[in-house]
């Protein structure tokens, strides 16, 4: 069974992560998505729990997909999933840089294969911390968001 894990803060989980997941499904037969726990701090972030529930409401009829919670190295969490692969969104040439570098670092330390896609064009400059800026001065995000994924106020 080919597993992967697409682990991040997911805060929010934007139309870019959700064409993310979506694509990847004909890779892989099982998709973990891992939501970093609540022992990382960003201000303002929402609870893990909060976070999980909204992703595992958007993915409710995709019996291939869980959603979890995780806390320590992605590579660890894999290895707990059973995975081989960890998949990764690029955006921009500075993502691939980072990603790349990690996926070395991960692939000498566990073995485990990072997979990159590339973010599709219309999602290129969506980020969540760019969602949270504008959530913030009280702009509508809904084009963002993936169509039912519920938001907060």
């Known amino acids: 069974m080919k597993i992967g894990v697409f682990v ?12 993310i997941v979506t694509r990847s499904l004909g890779l892989f037969d099982r998709l973990v998505i891992g939501v970093v726990g609540d022992q990382v701090h960003k201000p303002g972030m929402a609870p893990a729990e909060e976070r999980m529930k909204a992703i595992a409401e958007l993915y409710a009829d995709e019996p291939r997909i869980e959603v979890k919670p995780y806390y320590g190295l992605a590579v660890e969490f894999a290895k707990e ?16 840089e980072y990603e790349r570098d990690q996926a070395d670092i991960n ?4 073995g485990i ?12 400059s969506v980020s969540s911390s760019v969602v949270r800026e504008l959530q913030h001065f009280g702009h509508d995000v809904s084009e963002f968001l993936p169509k ?6």
């Open 8 to 19: 991040g803060s997911f805060d929010p989980f934007t139309v870019g992560h959700d064409s």
């Open 81 to 96: 999933q059973g995975a081989h692969y960890i998949l990764k969104g690029v955006r921009s040439v500075k993502d691939f």
């Open 107 to 110: 692939r000498q330390i566990s």
């Open 113 to 124: 294969e990072t997979i990159l896609l590339f973010a599709e064009p219309q999602y290129a």
């Open 148 to 153: 039912k994924l519920k938001r907060e106020e």
